[in-house]
């Protein structure tokens, strides 16, 4: 009996782990709300100079978030001063107002592409740094404060490519 529980256990380990993830952070938003000019900050290093990658954004959103999509401004900081910056648009939710991403419950994950096969080409820290860029339409400003998304991340994994 013993040896059954440890092999199982031994089984979910090896399962769980996810030796593709290479760096992974998220950070919450104040109260549930992202405000426009909260720009979430993560700063990285010592990635492998050759290797490609993939990016992710990661966003947590509960049953308050108003919207079915989305709209981020990704900036990329590389370590010799270039910066990279992307207005990008998520679909969070089906037609039907279902939500996509991951969780039970009332907190949905979703795990949005950012950049595919990206290799960074040179040692020392990278900075990625987001913002919320959502308007109503017909309006030029920009929601203020953007209710239901509870934490802003990101994640790099290796590309099998």
């Not at 993560?42 to 990016?55: C, P, V």
């Not at 020392?124 to 740094?129: A, D, I, P, S």
Request: hydrophobic share 40%.
């Amino acid at each position: 009996m013993l040896r059954g529980i440890l092999a199982f256990i031994g089984i979910v380990f090896m399962v769980s782990c996810n030796n593709s993830i290479v760096k992974t952070e998220f950070k919450p938003t104040e109260n549930g709300s992202w405000n426009k000019d909260s720009i979430m900050e993560f700063n990285f290093s010592g990635l492998d100079t050759i290797q490609k990658h993939h990016m992710f954004i990661n966003v947590r959103n509960d049953n308050t978030f108003p919207y079915s999509n989305l709209f981020i401004i990704a900036a990329l900081d590389y370590p010799n001063g270039e910066t990279v910056t992307d207005t990008l648009e998520y679909i969070m939710a089906e037609p039907d107002g279902t939500w996509l991403g991951k969780g039970y419950g009332s907190i949905k994950e979703n795990k949005l592409w950012y950049k595919e096969n990206i290799v960074f080409p040179s040692s020392g820290v990278y900075t990625l740094r987001l913002s919320q860029a959502m308007r109503k339409n017909g309006n030029v400003d920009g929601i203020i404060n953007l209710e239901g998304i509870t934490d802003v991340g990101f994640e790099i994994v290796k590309s099998n490519e």
